[in-house]
């Protein structure tokens, strides 16, 4: 399909918002109007419809469907939304939206996409690929949140919502089996209320072989075995206390993911020439396997106050990773070992209100420090290139404010909001290496910065409103961890972001359609941005801030019922990134010290990107029959700025075809039944995931193939 094509396609279905409303319930007499979402993006509950922020959320019924239980299976659902695994740990993931993201992951540099499980920020994208147990609710927020949500949110915000314990008593169980041996067996139990509390347990394994076979030593590569619980405690004190526990953990073990060749001739001699195949091959070659662990608590108390209702969430978190990854096809060449360590703390404390009719306000104080270990080294060929060890601590702490008026005299129809956030951060590392000369290196730098925001609210009718905001963010500074001792400091400085942004949100013909739209321009400064700096050695990178960048882009969110039970969904994102200047820091080229912007592209910011799936639900005698299809797109884009012989990347267009059939609510005396069959790539798309160059010699890795399988659920 052409460019053109794509996007007449997409522009034919008004594209938007794969999960943003769920239709109301299937049924006979209620199916042809569109239910109400409530939202929590701007730390109050609201309607989707009438917060003005471009935002996905998908409901738990919908990560049911598409089988969602971490961040990185809701990838191709969310356009303008980018998100691959990192290579050296597949359980990290790269974020970037709207073209904003950055495409390393260490312990001193932040992502610039912030990610929040019940409102607790996740420092490191280390494990962002654990599954979380019992998920309500995904909030997908595009755009710089500098107020509400604050530092490194340059991009956007995610927020993952999990479940709360409910007040009546149950028992879930579902099992599932699938093809290349994948099983999932997931327990939910609910204690109901007993008095004033109520809890909810919450335990997950599955397990699935790799699909690329290694017939030497060892598991097969991208082989997985997962395990998640939960543990979560609601005491309601009185009327106006409740007090909220939970207890977390996540494990993921097996080998990394496999890096084939695909142009090139390896300088690795046990590589044989001409090998490139597809990505569901198998390879001789020895495969070590990875580790990673997560677990956190947090502490939430709520007070409802004269001043409104006075909120404390507290939360500590840790992890560790142990990883191998092997970037010259599956033999001793090329090799990453990484140990990570990390420890967080965090204190907010919010106030969320009204003053009357006209005012509400949400105020807030933050709190953040975190402690990290970070060893890694590389070998070729078993020689070893670097031994280093990185101990690091930030710190971060932050006072907010937010402030609506509505007035009456205009029939509450307009709001205009006001807000912005001081953030000091704080950051120190030590770095050693047995490799390079100049012994320990200590270094330490601190930031600030004001995040003003503006928005304008205006509701024509009680169905349509647009609104216009204008929203600042930033991101801390760090150091550079990957490079020589001399390269470790100075540091790279903060990176800052200004968004200009109109939006419309609205209903038609009585509910039964939805249709967003947001378009955008930002304006990108001291951006940081990767760059390898010695082709003979790759492990050699440093981020540097290049220079500047504009980008420009619209999303447009449609949802409609065609008939009673059917139902389109839609979403399209458009990304225009161009760089403004760009310095090149690389001081093996001829280039070196020039402005190359150019010559640059913006990765990861595809041009298009779509998705359009239908739902269909109709009571029958036995049960209730479901059936979802859907289908994403993403234009071709490029992992680095650059794209030479010296490093980068460039990833096809692809298209992913997902369907899922279910018969639910079947009674069995008692026992609720559902019966599901979902597909997930159907039509065996091949797409590579990432790549790496080693010189002139390339190796990738590719996505799943298609899979397949059943889900049995009972509840009692």
Avoid at 440 to 460: G, M
Avoid at 563 to 568: A, D, Y
């Amino acid at each position: 399909m052409t460019n053109l094509g794509k996007t007449a396609l997409a522009l034919a279905i008004a594209a938007s918002c794969s999960a943003s409303i769920t239709y109301a319930q299937g049924v006979e007499g209620k199916a042809l109007s569109l239910e109400e979402v409530l939202v929590t993006a701007e730390k109050r509950e609201e309607s989707l419809q009438e917060t003005p922020i471009s935002i996905l959320a998908f409901s738990a019924e919908k990560l049911a469907r598409f089988g969602v239980t971490d961040l990185g299976d809701i990838s191709g659902l969310a356009p303008n939304v980018e998100i691959t695994p990192f290579p050296i740990s597949r359980s990290s993931l790269i974020v970037f939206m709207r073209g904003v993201g950055n495409n390393d992951s260490q312990s001193t540099q932040d992502p610039a996409v912030g990610v929040y499980i019940d409102g607790i920020y996740m420092a490191r994208s280390i494990g962002l690929t654990s599954d979380v147990a019992d998920l309500e609710r995904i909030e997908v927020l595009r755009g710089p949140q500098g107020t509400l949500y604050g530092r490194n949110t340059t991009g956007g915000a995610i927020n993952l919502i999990t479940a709360k314990p409910s007040d009546e008593a149950g028992i879930s169980q579902t099992v599932s089996r699938g093809n290349r041996g994948y099983w999932k067996s997931l327990t939910k139990l609910e204690s109901g209320k007993i008095g004033d509390v109520a809890a909810k347990l919450t335990f997950m394994r599955s397990a699935h072989d790799g699909w690329v076979k290694n017939t030497g030593p060892g598991r097969n590569f991208g082989e997985e075995d997962k395990t998640a619980g939960r543990f979560a405690l609601r005491w309601d004190v009185n009327d106006a206390v409740s007090v909220d526990y939970a207890y977390d953990f996540s494990e993921i073990d097996g080998p990394q993911h496999f890096y084939q060749p695909i142009s090139g001739t390896s300088p690795n001699p046990a590589v044989p020439a001409n090998s490139s195949r597809n990505g569901s091959g198998q390879w001789f070659g020895g495969v070590e396997p990875s580790e990673t662990e997560i677990s956190g608590h947090s502490l939430i108390i709520s007070a409802e106050t004269s001043l409104g209702v006075l909120k404390s969430i507290t939360a500590y978190r840790e992890l560790n990773e142990v990883t191998v990854q092997d970037y010259d096809a599956g033999t001793p060449g090329f090799r990453v070992n990484v140990d990570v360590d990390q420890e967080q703390i965090s204190q907010e404390f919010q106030l969320v209100g009204d003053y009357g009719s006209d005012i509400n306000y949400v105020a807030g104080l933050y709190y953040f420090r975190e402690t990290g270990n970070e060893m890694e080294s590389d070998t070729f060929g078993g020689f070893p290139l670097e031994n280093r060890q990185i101990i690091s601590e930030s710190e971060a702490q932050a006072i907010y404010g937010q402030i609506t008026w509505s007035p009456e005299s205009l029939d509450h129809r307009l709001d205009l909001t006001l807000g912005g956030r001081y953030t000091a951060d704080d950051r120190s590392a030590d770095k050693s290496s047995i490799t390079f000369v100049g012994g320990p290196q200590s270094a330490s730098e601190s930031w600030s910065n004001f995040n003003p925001s503006i928005t304008l609210d205006y509701a024509w009718t009680d169905s349509i409103s647009t609104y216009g905001k204008i929203v600042s963010a930033y991101k801390s500074g760090g150091f550079n961890v990957r490079s020589t001792e001399a390269g470790f400091q100075p540091p790279f400085d903060e990176e800052n972001i200004m968004s200009y942004e109109l939006g419309l949100k609205s209903t038609w013909l009585d509910r039964r359609i939805s249709f967003n739209a947001a378009a955008f321009h930002a304006e990108y400064k001291d951006m940081q941005l990767q760059q390898i700096t010695n082709n003979a050695t790759i492990f050699l990178t440093d981020v540097f801030n290049v220079g500047e960048a504009e980008i420009d882009g619209f999303e447009f969110d449609l949802m409609a019922v065609l008939v009673e039970g059917l139902t389109l969904q839609a979403s399209y994102g458009y990304t225009d990134a161009d760089f403004v200047e760009y310095i090149d820091q690389r001081p093996s080229q001829p280039t070196f010290g020039q402005d190359v912007s150019d010559g640059a592209v913006m990765p990861y910011a595809p041009e298009q990107s779509f998705t359009v799936g239908l739902d269909y639900e109709k009571s029958l005698r036995i049960g209730v029959l479901q059936a979802s299809v859907d289908y994403s797109w993403r234009d071709e884009r490029y992992g680095t700025a650059f794209n030479d012989d010296l490093e980068g990347f460039f990833l096809d267009d692809n298209g992913i075809v997902n369907a899922r059939l279910a018969l639910s609510e079947i009674d069995l005396g008692g026992v609720n039944l559902e019966v599901a069959a979902w597909g997930r790539n159907l039509d065996s798309e091949e797409y590579k995931v990432h790549s790496i160059s080693l010189g002139t010699y390339r190796s990738a890795y590719f996505g799943e193939p298609k899979s397949y399988g059943i889900d049995l659920t009972l509840r009692f």
